[in-house]
């Protein structure tokens, strides 16, 4: 059997998520999977790199799927586009080992948060940043975050489901840039805890704003206390902009 | 009494175009007003320079209107983007002369025309551009722009409306300009007939394909044959960037 992975960007304004959680409404996954279907005349159950929550976007979502088809990745592309709705594309189709899984074999994601931080608001870019209208102190957030990297249980910085595994998670690094009028915080990790992304962030406009400093931070790492970190922030401005996969297949599979 | 001028943007996906026409739907002047109107607490007819179609946005929309309130512009300005929807925003109030008049005044509109060239779909720009997979030929879409530039008739590029006044407008300049994925095309003219815009960057896209050249569009343009003349380019590409005011009263009014 061909193994292929999609590379997929998508506006998650309307989707319940990559993948149904209880309760109703279309997915991004579902939606995918219609569109292979019908390139590919039979059902094709797909793989995702990772889920994306209600109204979460993607740039560099990736699934792979088996596949008994001989037709060229090119061909493949062009036709799964034309069938999918117009606020999935997909970037990519390339071919990857048989044993290759999305998530078993991503190693570093990395998620987006952006801010439109203006007076003003702005039509065109509510549906993917958060307003901010008030000025934030980007080196008191750049401070918070340098408490935050490393290899850590993030249990005060997550939502209960997921923890099933545990909450440790070794983010990478935490880039905060500034674009215009738009502060950009980017957040690469081996993997994230359930609203993790979302809930930094809000942990970190709070410090932007002076409301929370980084000795705050620390100590909230330190005590595990929910209770005591800021609540997510919305779902609209964040973004799967990327997924590594290691090369070789993991030894413990 | 005092006249305000406000600068508007808004995405225009959700609405009827800026004045209803025959039938029904949410218009943005409607919104607008109705903004104004919480704000002000009286009911607010407010004047617009220009009058874009469904689906069509702006970034610099003007209109202005008559109040006796006595509070400050940065006032207004801070609680009428309260008050309005999130798809409209308001980038500034300011004072203007007792007898200005948003429609009269203006001397000058720019309209963009946004193009996606791209052979994969863009699921974020695709409410605010037209996706073109195939490359255009920007110098053959700069000749046939050439042959629009001057002071014409312009029946042959608008559809029936509007013609009332007489087909003749000045347009000014065609900018065509590239930035990473994106084709823009801006027209500036003292006015626009119905769907002129639309229908000049719909007949430029066929240049950009080959399929229609310079010669073409100077024969359109001396025939006034609109038949001739391909189709509008869909509204979710245009929006209204700019309007220019005399600084002095006109002497005709």
Tied chains: 1, 2.
């Excluded at 976007?57 to 990736?62: K, L, Y």
């Excluded at 065109?124 to 008030?134: A, D, G, K, Q, T």
Aim: net charge positive; proline share 5%; with cysteine.
């Amino acid at each position: 059997m061909r193994n292929l992975l999609l590379t997929l960007a998508y506006d998650g304004t309307g989707y319940k998520g990559w993948q149904r959680l209880p309760g109703s409404g279309k997915t991004v996954q579902e939606s995918v999977e219609a569109a292979l279907g019908r390139v590919l005349g039979r059902a094709v159950p797909i793989i995702g790199a990772g889920r994306t929550d209600a109204g979460v976007h993607a740039e560099g979502q990736a699934a792979n799927f088996h596949t008994d088809t001989t037709r060229a990745p090119e061909d493949i592309l062009e036709d799964v586009n034309e069938a999918l709705p117009r606020d999935i594309a997909c970037r990519s189709v390339k071919e990857v080992p048989e044993r290759f899984h999305a998530r078993y074999w991503a190693v570093e994601k990395t998620y987006r948060y952006r801010l439109h931080v203006h007076p003003i608001p702005d039509p065109f870019s509510r549906r993917y940043s958060l307003h901010v209208p008030e000025s934030l102190d980007l080196p008191a957030m750049e401070a918070a975050a340098a408490e935050l990297v490393g290899r850590r249980d993030f249990s005060a910085f997550a939502n209960h489901r997921g923890l099933k595994r545990g909450g440790e998670r070794d983010l990478r690094t935490v880039h905060i840039q500034r674009n215009g009028q738009f502060v950009d915080i980017l957040f690469s990790a081996d993997g994230f805890l359930y609203n993790q992304a979302r809930i930094m962030a809000g942990a970190l406009i709070e410090a932007g704003k002076g409301r929370l400093g980084a000795k705050d931070i620390r100590g909230m790492l330190e005590r595990r206390d929910r209770a005591a970190v800021p609540g997510a922030a919305p779902a609209q401005g964040l973004c799967l902009v990327r997924v590594e996969f290691r090369t070789e297949a993991p030894g413990a599979e």
